[in-house]
């Protein structure tokens, strides 16, 4: 089970912290992701991070201003939001995948999906 919290309004060049918490002791076992979803749009890749951390992917529209991490011990996977835009408004969704390799930016490579945090983001 996963669950995303940390979002809310912020103005635009703000910053956010989101945060997934994952229950169960094969955290570690899984390749975690940040996905978005706007109103009316499709479900968009934002960021992806391998088991142990040491390979990590983004979207070409987040790059330079989001980070994503993770802590193994804690069951936990970040993604820090700086420099917010108001394009950036989404409800955001961490995703946990155990049949792929390395971080992978396609939905349905993905098992696990939490339950969504909304980021609104005001010019």
């Known amino acids: 089970q996963l669950q995303a919290s940390g979002g809310g309004l912020v103005q635009a060049g703000g910053s956010l912290r989101l945060s997934c918490a994952a229950s169960g002791r094969t955290f570690s076992s899984y390749i975690m992701a940040w996905f978005r979803q706007a109103p009316g749009k499709e479900r968009e890749f934002v960021a992806a991070?391998?088991?142990?951390?040491?390979?990590?992917i983004y979207s070409d529209s987040v790059k330079g201003r989001f980070t994503i991490s993770r802590d193994n011990a804690k069951n936990t996977v970040l993604l820090q939001m700086n420099s917010l835009k108001p394009e950036d408004t989404a409800v955001y969704y961490c995703?946990?995948?155990?049949?792929?390799?390395?971080?992978?930016?396609?939905?349905?490579?993905?098992?696990?999906w939490g339950q969504g945090t909304q980021v609104t983001v005001s010019s």
């Open positions: 995703a946990a995948g155990s049949r792929i390799i390395t971080p992978n930016p396609a939905p349905h490579a993905y098992d696990y």
């Open positions: 991070i391998s088991r142990s951390g040491g390979s990590i």
